[in-house]
């Protein structure tokens, strides 16, 4: 199937990465389903097409992402500008800064679109559009340096022997798995999380908002994330089916050191709750949090071997410059063992918590116990 990030990445070329693609058909769907709505001519509500667009084209430059930054000016020519009073100034502020310095993001720069006039439904749609523009970029990215990487196996990516890791020992310093990890503000504890906008109300909730609950998960109605992300029932599966399709998608890279590029990537934009709830789940898989540690300590040095430290470095450098991201980020990845579908999971999960993140750190915030 061709999609945006199949054009974007230019993969006509590139067999072995339209093949890895291939095989994360569900993910694809769900991306692409994900920009069309979002960018809907149709779609309802405050936000006009003009402005919407005109958000992704922003959130693409800032990432530092040409092609989409393109792509998304092509669908905006002939469209009229939108008109540069409070309210668009308001929205511009807010994206640029959640593009570019999610944790920023907060309370204060959220509720100021309210202020200006618009709804809440409005401000949640807002939100997901920068979050998934935010994705989208680093996915762009990832998939044409994994296209320019070349297939495994050839002279360019060979990989050396490896030897059998030593037996694991847990190291003497930090609490056993499954006790609280906490270091440099993180942890690994369960935390809470409280929305700065109104929820929806499951007991007043439409039916199409209480049937995507129920669909999104076990706890979700007594959740703000999910009660609050309710008010664009539409937005909301359709981004619940991407984040399935990445996290949960068989074989390829395994679901533990998915989560340790997840955690790398939350650590780095400063969201404490993702850190928190990665790191757990990282924890439960591996049954061992040494890898934790060190990334909560130092994300960029972080990693218990070769392989670790690959998915480490990579996910750092997609998160921070996806504009620069290349296949030398990914070459250590291939010296250390992986197969061009598990160089594709670390690029998707890396680029899905470029979403995750920015919602979770500028709806609301963190609970400690």
């Known amino acids: 199937m061709t999609d945006t990030i199949d054009q974007l990445a230019r993969l006509g070329h590139a067999p072995h990465a339209q093949a890895a693609r291939q095989q994360r058909a569900k993910a694809i769907t769900a991306t692409q389903a994900c920009e069309d709505l979002l960018l809907a001519p149709e779609l309802p509500g405050g936000l006009a ?3 919407r667009l005109s958000v992704a084209q922003a959130v693409a430059a800032a990432s530092g992402v040409a092609t989409l930054a393109d792509h998304y000016g092509a669908r905006l020519a002939g469209l009229p500008a939108p008109a540069a009073d409070a309210r668009w100034q308001a929205i511009t502020h807010f994206t640029q800064l959640l593009a570019t310095q999610p944790a920023a993001a907060d309370r204060a720069a959220l509720l100021a679109l309210p202020q200006a006039g618009l709804a809440t439904p409005d401000v949640v749609l807002l939100a997901q559009l920068i979050g998934f523009v935010a994705y989208q970029a680093r996915l762009v990215a990832g998939v044409a340096a994994l296209a320019t990487l070349g297939p495994a196996g050839t002279a360019a990516t060979a990989v050396a022997p490896t030897t ?6 847990h190291p003497a310093n930090l609490p056993p798995p499954g006790e609280p990890l906490r270091l440099a503000g993180y942890t690994s504890e369960t935390l809470d999380w409280k929305a700065w906008l109104p929820v929806v ?21 007594t959740s703000d994330f999910y009660l609050v992300l309710a008010h664009q029932p539409r937005v909301l599966a359709e981004r619940s089916e991407a984040f399935n399709a990445i996290m949960y998608a068989p074989g390829g890279l395994p679901r533990a050191e998915r989560e340790v590029a997840t955690t790398v990537v939350s650590r780095i934009n400063g969201c404490v709750y993702c850190a928190s709830v990665h790191a757990q789940r990282f924890e439960q898989l591996a049954k061992r949090n040494d890898v934790i540690a060190q990334i909560f300590a130092d994300p960029d040095s972080a990693g218990t071997n070769a392989r670790e430290r690959a998915l480490a470095q990579a996910s750092a450098a997609l998160t921070r410059a996806p504009g620069a991201f290349g296949p030398q980020h990914l070459a250590p990845l291939r010296a250390a063992g992986l197969s061009d579908l598990e160089i594709l999971d670390t690029v998707h999960a890396a680029a899905l918590f470029a979403w995750a993140n920015r919602l979770m750190l500028n709806l ?6």
Do not use: I
């Open 49 to 51: 097409l003009a402005e």
């Open 201 to 221: 109300d499951p007991a007043t909730a439409s039916a199409e908002q209480n049937a995507v609950l129920d669909a999104s998960h076990p706890k979700a109605r």
């Open 364 to 369: 609301g915030e963190a609970v400690y116990p």
């Open 164 to 169: 059998p890791d030593a037996p694991f020992v």
